[in-house]
C-alpha cells in the first residue's frame, strides 16, 4: 500500500509540474505566432487547466478503468466548487463584476443536468462522449466570439491576458510542450496504477478513488490559481478557473473517458448519489454567489457552507462504504 500511495503522490507532483509548463509553452508558442492573447487565454490556459484530470482520465479509460476516469470528473468538480472556493473565499471575499462569469455559472448547471441526462439515458456510450466534445467545440466558439465583443468592457478578460506568458522562444516553448506532454502522460500512468493498486488492497471501487484522492489531486492546480488570484484582487479569475475547469471536466474530461472506453456498466450510486451531489453543490454556487441579495460574490459565511457541503459529501461516500 505504500508503493501505492508513493505513486499516487509522485504521478500528481510531476503531473501539476508538467501540466503547468506544457500550458506555459503552448500558450507562449501561439502568443509568437500571432494568434491574439485573449483567444490563447480562453482556449489554450483554459484547456490547460484541466489537462491533468483529462490525461488521467484518458489513461484510466486507455486502461479499461472507465469508472475510475467518470469518478475523478464528478469528484473534481465536487471539490473545485467545495473545497476550493470555499478554501479561497474564506482567505478573502471575491466579488463577481464579470458578465460572462455570471453568464457561465447557468451554463454550468445546464451541462451538468445536460451529461446526467446522457448518462442515465444512454448508460454512457461512446456517442454520448462524442456528443460533450461536440459540445465543448460549441462552447469554446461561442465563448471566444462572446469574449471578443466585450474585450474592453470586462474585467475578467483583462485578468485573463494578463496572466499570459511573456517573452518566451519558440525553441524554449517547444521543448516546454514536448518534455510537458511526455511527463503528463507518464506522470497519469504513474497515478492511475497506484489509484487502481490501492482501490483493489482497500476492498473500494475505483470510483470511489477516482471520486476522492484522485479529484483531490488533481484540484491541486486549480487551488494553487484561486488563490494566487485572490491574493492578487483578481476575484474574477479565482472564480474564472474553476467554473471554466468545470465545464472542460463535464465535457471534454467525461467525454474523451467516454469515446475511448465506455463504461461496461455504471454503479446505481452514480445515479442517485453522486450525480445528484455534483448538481446539487452547482446550484448551490449559484445562489450563494447571489449573497443573500447582496452580491454577486462570495464571502466568509458562503465559504464555510460550501466547506460543510465538501465535508458532508465524503462523510456519506465513507458511510456508503461501510454500510454497502
Same mark, same amino acid.
Given at each position: 500500500?505504500?508503493?501505492?500511495?508513493?505513486?499516487?503522490?509522485?504521478?500528481?507532483?510531476?503531473?501539476?509540474?508538467?501540466?503547468?509548463?506544457?500550458?506555459?509553452?503552448?500558450?507562449?508558442?501561439?502568443?509568437?505566432?500571432?494568434?491574439?492573447?485573449?483567444?490563447?487565454?480562453?482556449?489554450?490556459?483554459?484547456?490547460? !487547466?484541466?489537462?491533468?484530470? +483529462?490525461?488521467?482520465?484518458?489513461? *484510466?479509460?486507455?486502461? &479499461?478503468? %472507465?469508472? #475510475?476516469? =467518470? $469518478?475523478?470528473?464528478?469528484?473534481?468538480?465536487?471539490?473545485?466548487?467545495?473545497?476550493?472556493?470555499?478554501?479561497?473565499?474564506?482567505?478573502?471575499?471575491?466579488?463577481?463584476?464579470?458578465?460572462?462569469?455570471?453568464?457561465?455559472?447557468?451554463?454550468?448547471?445546464?451541462?451538468?443536468?445536460?451529461?446526467?441526462?446522457?448518462?442515465?439515458?444512454?448508460?454512457?456510450?461512446?456517442?454520448?462522449?462524442?456528443?460533450?466534445?461536440?459540445?465543448?467545440?460549441?462552447?469554446?466558439?461561442?465563448?471566444?466570439?462572446?469574449?471578443?465583443?466585450?474585450?474592453?468592457?470586462?474585467?475578467?478578460?483583462?485578468?485573463?491576458?494578463?496572466?499570459?506568458?511573456?517573452?518566451?522562444?519558440?525553441?524554449?516553448?517547444?521543448?516546454?510542450?514536448?518534455?510537458?506532454?511526455?511527463?503528463?502522460?507518464?506522470? !497519469?500512468?504513474?497515478?492511475? +496504477?497506484?489509484?487502481?493498486?490501492? *482501490?483493489?488492497?482497500? &476492498?473500494? %471501487?475505483? #470510483?470511489? =478513488? $477516482?471520486?476522492?484522492?484522485?479529484?483531490?489531486?488533481?484540484?491541486?492546480?486549480?487551488?494553487?490559481?484561486?488563490?494566487?488570484?485572490?491574493?492578487?484582487?483578481?476575484?474574477?479569475?479565482?472564480?474564472?478557473?474553476?467554473?471554466?475547469?468545470?465545464?472542460?471536466?463535464?465535457?471534454?474530461?467525461?467525454?474523451?473517458?467516454?469515446?475511448?472506453?465506455?463504461?461496461?456498466?455504471?454503479?446505481?450510486?452514480?445515479?442517485?448519489?453522486?450525480?445528484?451531489?455534483?448538481?446539487?453543490?452547482?446550484?448551490?454556487?449559484?445562489?450563494?454567489?447571489?449573497?443573500?441579495?447582496?452580491?454577486?460574490?462570495?464571502?466568509?459565511?458562503?465559504?464555510?457552507?460550501?466547506?460543510?457541503?465538501?465535508?458532508?459529501?465524503?462523510?456519506?461516500?465513507?458511510?456508503?462504504?461501510?454500510?454497502?
Amino acid at each position: 500500500m505504500l508503493f501505492d500511495l508513493a505513486y499516487i503522490l509522485i504521478g500528481l507532483a510531476i503531473l501539476i509540474w508538467s501540466a503547468d509548463k506544457l500550458t506555459e509553452g503552448s500558450a507562449a508558442l501561439a502568443k509568437n505566432f500571432g494568434i491574439p492573447s485573449l483567444i490563447i487565454g480562453l482556449t489554450i490556459i483554459a484547456i490547460g !487547466s484541466s489537462a491533468p484530470e +483529462m490525461v488521467v482520465s484518458a489513461v *484510466a479509460a486507455i486502461g &479499461g478503468s %472507465s469508472n #475510475l476516469a =467518470i $469518478g475523478n470528473a464528478i469528484g473534481s468538480n465536487i471539490t473545485n466548487i467545495a473545497l476550493v472556493l470555499g478554501v479561497t473565499a474564506l482567505i478573502t471575499p471575491l466579488l463577481i463584476h464579470s458578465d460572462i462569469l455570471k453568464r457561465e455559472i447557468p451554463i454550468l448547471i445546464f451541462l451538468n443536468i445536460f451529461a446526467s441526462f446522457l448518462i442515465w439515458y444512454h448508460g454512457f456510450t461512446r456517442a454520448d462522449g462524442w456528443i460533450l466534445v461536440l459540445t465543448l467545440g460549441i462552447y469554446l466558439t461561442w465563448l471566444v466570439i462572446t469574449s471578443l465583443k466585450k474585450r474592453k468592457q470586462d474585467l475578467l478578460l483583462t485578468e485573463i491576458v494578463d496572466e499570459l506568458p511573456q517573452d518566451m522562444s519558440n525553441s524554449k516553448a517547444a521543448l516546454w510542450i514536448i518534455l510537458g506532454l511526455a511527463l503528463l502522460i507518464f506522470s !497519469s500512468d504513474l497515478l492511475v +496504477m497506484g489509484a487502481t493498486n490501492l *482501490a483493489t488492497r482497500m &476492498g473500494v %471501487s475505483e #470510483l470511489v =478513488i $477516482g471520486l476522492t484522492v484522485v479529484a483531490v489531486g488533481t484540484s491541486l492546480p486549480e487551488l494553487a490559481a484561486s488563490i494566487a488570484s485572490a491574493i492578487k484582487k483578481e476575484h474574477d479569475m479565482a472564480i474564472g478557473n474553476i467554473i471554466g475547469s468545470n465545464i472542460f471536466n463535464i465535457l471534454g474530461v467525461m467525454g474523451v473517458a467516454g469515446i475511448i472506453h465506455p463504461p461496461t456498466s455504471i454503479p446505481a450510486e452514480v445515479f442517485y448519489f453522486h450525480l445528484p451531489a455534483m448538481l446539487i453543490i452547482t446550484i448551490a454556487l449559484f445562489f450563494l454567489s447571489l449573497d443573500f441579495g447582496k452580491g454577486p460574490r462570495l464571502a466568509k459565511s458562503q465559504a464555510i457552507i460550501l466547506l460543510s457541503g465538501f465535508v458532508a459529501f465524503n462523510w456519506l461516500l465513507v458511510t456508503q462504504i461501510h454500510t454497502s
